[in-house]
Structures are given as C-alpha cells and as structure tokens.
T-cell receptor, first 119, second 109 residues
Framework: GAVVSQHPSRVICKSGTSVKIECRSL??????MFWYRQFPKQSLMLMAT?????????EQGVEKDKFLINHASLTLSTLTVTSAHPEDSSFYIC???????????????FGSGTRLTVV | RKEVEQDPGPFNVPEGATVAFNCTYS??????FFWYRQDCRKEPKLLMS???SGNEDGRFTAQLNRASQYISLLIRDSKLSDSATYLC??????????FGTGTSLTVIP
C-alpha cells in the first residue's frame, strides 16, 4: 500500500528558531499533500494544502509567513515552522493520496507525525 | 455548523460488547466517507471506507445514511486492542477532507 514517510518524528527546539519537517511519498507520486496540526485531545486541523510546483493554499487563520511550505517534487513536501514559539508546540502530520488510483473511496495515507516541542 | 460532528465519548465497554458510533456531516453533496483509527500519540490509520450500501470487515460494519446525513461504525465482540480514538472523515469535494473530533473507545477487561 501507499506509504508516507515523515521526519523527524520528534523535535525539541528553542523559542525563536526554525524547524523543518519533511513528508515523502515513498512508492507513489503526490501532486498534493496536506499538513495537519493536532493539539492534545483535539482533532486534526488542516493547516494547508501543498501543491507541487505552485504555492500552497493555507486555511483561514494559518499564517503563511510562519508556516512555510515547499513542494518541490512529486514525492516531497516540507513544512518549516519559522521563529517557533511555545504555542506552536503540537503534533504535525502530513498526508497524501495516491492519485493514480481511480477509486474515490481510497483514503489518504498519513505520515507518522512530528511532535514539536518549543521551549 | 461544523462540517463533521462526532460524540467525543468516552465510550467504556466490556470485552465482547457491541458498540456503535455515529457521525453527522453537513454537506449533503459529500461523496466519500471514511473511518480512521488513531492510537494515542500516533498518526491516524484508515480503518475502512464507507460505501453507500454499507460494508463489513470482520467485526466492523460501516453504514451510510444519506437522507439523515450520518455515517456509523459498529464494532462487534470488542477486543482490548480496539481501544483507540475513531475518527470520522468526510470528503465533500475534490481534495478537501474534514475530520470529526474523534470518539474515544476504551475496552475494559
């Protein structure tokens, strides 16, 4: 099945620094990938849609200058949290769908997530 | 109104019990529906898609009621390993997916 690899799985950084999270589709191409954030005991919230070769689409309330997304190839999207602050501490997860599959009921595959702690 | 609404629970059931979760959605034009399972501090994993005619996978049965705009998940003969959060996911259109807040299930020995 489709596999999405996400790194790092856990990162602790100092306030004010930047952190880059990578999301790779290992055995399929993904023109679109999604970035989610999940705070404790809350649901996944879509942050942005990453589009290969073009600008990402951000959800309302998500600062595009703070959460930089780059989707330079069909298998890699990166999310950079710039000038991180403690309130950015969260579980960040990416997902992608194997678009070569025509079955509309084929769901999305998630990366294993990145737990970011800003101290 | 939220796109997807779920009862957060928690549901605490004894081993062997049957438990059902419902999830309502607001967009009547929604095309695809899924149940995901998320274990604590892990990523969500697809449990099953929900087909219009309903579908079953072992102890799990998923159903769709378009008239009332809800989907359900039934778990029979609950196992300890079924303890997790179950997320209802709706795909209204294109690539947009909406997640419910999840329903927490604990199966008690």
């Amino acid at each position: 099945g489709a596999v999405v690899s996400q790194h790092p799985s856990r990162v602790i950084c100092k306030s004010g620094t930047s952190v880059k999270i990578e999301c790779r589709s290992l055995d399929f191409q993904a023109t679109t990938m999604f970035w989610y954030r999940q705070f404790p005991k809350q649901s996944l919230m879509l942050m942005a849609t990453s589009n290969e070769g073009s600008k990402a689409t951000y959800e309302q309330g998500v600062e595009k200058d703070k959460f930089l997304i780059n989707h330079a190839s069909l298998t890699l999207s990166t999310l950079t949290v710039t000038s991180a602050h403690p309130e950015d501490s969260s579980f960040y997860i990416c997902s992608a769908r194997d678009q070569s599959r025509s079955d509309a009921n084929y769901g999305y595959t998630f990366g294993s997530g990145t737990r970011l702690t800003v101290v | 109104r939220k796109e997807v609404e779920q009862d957060p629970g928690p549901f605490n059931v004894p081993e062997g019990a049957t438990v059902a979760f419902n999830c309502t959605y607001s967009n009547s034009a929604s095309q695809s529906f899924f149940w995901y399972r998320q274990d604590c501090r892990k990523e969500p994993k697809l449990l099953m898609s929900v087909y219009s005619s309903g579908n079953e996978d072992g102890r799990f049965t998923a159903q769709l009621n378009r008239a009332s705009q809800y989907i359900s998940l039934l778990i029979r003969d609950s196992k300890l390993s079924d303890s997790a959060t179950y997320l209802c996911v709706v795909n209204p259109t294109g690539n947009q997916f909406y997640f419910g807040t999840g329903t927490s299930l604990t199966v008690i020995p």
